[in-house]
């Protein structure tokens, strides 16, 4: 299986690199525009490719679960993110590059009467800078995430047609009816996929809802859905993976929220558990969800499961990010997996530990045990305690370490020490999974 999700990933890269290439080599095919000079040359291949990759954008987060399953949603998205980077700076450098060769065209005279395709290049222009700094800075400036989602499309949508319809209309490089269809075409290509996106899997889920059967107050300000399938039987999920939430609205509304799978991925009859942390915004609306609620969800993603043979797992989890740890921890228990398993939980104090008493009785079901690490532990604690660290996963756990397989959960900063101190041990990367939930 290991070697297929490789292949296929190969496949996908390639088929990546084809969709960004292609497009600027079919510039050197057919009737040739006069050469000008090399830096306005190689200005204008910046800017086709850098629109190109912008395209493939809406590919990235369509969210095909056959293009995502060898690396999992969250690397994917975290790919969109830093090759957006790349493709607007690609594009910006285009202008950038025409000015200081050409800085008469800065000229108010030229500008006013450049023709229309010149007027979109710059709103093409405006367009994508201002994705970059409401994705980078949304937190500073204040905006609601589904404000900010919203927004991020429709300057996309702006930024590529305006781009798109600049190129066609300029046709030095597209005077062949060719090639004006080869961009035209791939227009429509990446419109398909936001529609694809917004309206088509949309339709699927209105079809197949999900109904709230029970909600639970957990330890840690923490909400559990129970959903059962409404009208279809469900979807099969491995334990770890997660699911796209939409609670208030339809499932055409604008946003929905990743989630982690809590529930048993053995527990039979389709129903599935959602373990939500109070985190402010969206989430502090879960503990309000009436039983009987209709919701929707898109489902299952993420490569963060088990199944890989190891001699043992090895769970590590910091706060909210213990819940597909316990998804994995049921479902071994409900196989009756005999392999021993260790849980490193990170929590802030004692009564902050969610699904602490559960634990405890899952530690009688199979070969488990939970290493408890409290950043403010309570007086008289003999547990460990401060963050996770080297030194603990080697008083805990028995060598050789590159035996065992680990999961990684939690927040950033933690995840990235943890990531060091794995590797200082000699854990080889193919060993340890991590999954990053935050996707903007």
Known sequence: MQLLY?????????????????????LLAGSHAPTRDFWTEFSV?????????????????????????????????????????????????????????????????????????????????????????????????????ETWHFTHIVLAVVAITAGVVHMVGSSFYLADPWKQSLWIGLTIFWIGLLLYVRIVKPLVMLRRPYRVSETRQERGETTTLVMQPEGHPG????????????????????????????????????????????????????????????VYLDGPYGAFTIGNPADMHVLIAGGVGVTPMMSMIRTLADRGDKRPVILLYGSKDRESITFREELELLEARLDLTVVHVLANPPAGWTGEQGFINAEMFKRHLPPPYSDHEYFICGPGVMMDAIEKALAEMGVPMAKYHSERYSFV
Do not use: C
């Not at 490789?6 to 079919?26: D, E, H, T």
């Not at 710059?122 to 800075?137: D, G, K, N, P, R």
């Not at 389709?270 to 942390?277: A, L, T």
């Open 235 to 294: 979807f099969h999920f491995s334990p770890g993976q997660f699911g796209w939430l939409t609670v208030w609205g339809s499932p055409f509304k604008i946003t929905a929220h990743p989630f982690s799978f809590s529930s048993s991925a053995a527990a039979k009859g389709g129903g599935v558990e959602m373990s939500i942390r109070n985190l402010g915004d969206f989430t502090k609306e879960i503990q309000r969800v009436p039983v009987g609620k209709r």
């Open 6 to 26: 490789s292949l296929r990933g190969a496949v996908w890269i390639l088929v990546y690199l084809l969709f960004i290439l292609a497009p600027l080599f079919a």
């Open 45 to 145: 291949a910046l800017g086709y490719s850098g629109l190109a990759m912008m395209g493939l954008q809406f590919g990235l987060t369509a969210r095909f679960r056959y293009v995502t399953e060898p690396w999992g949603e969250d690397v994917i998205y975290h790919f969109h993110r830093q090759i957006s980077l790349v493709a607007v700076g690609l594009v910006v450098a285009h202008p950038v590059i025409l000015v200081i060769v050409q800085p008469e065209l800065l000229a108010l005279s030229n500008m006013l009467e450049a023709p229309l395709s010149a007027h979109l290049a710059l709103l093409s222009i405006f367009s994508v800078i201002a994705l970059v700094v409401t994705a980078l800075w949304r937190a500073t400036l204040n905006l609601k995430y």
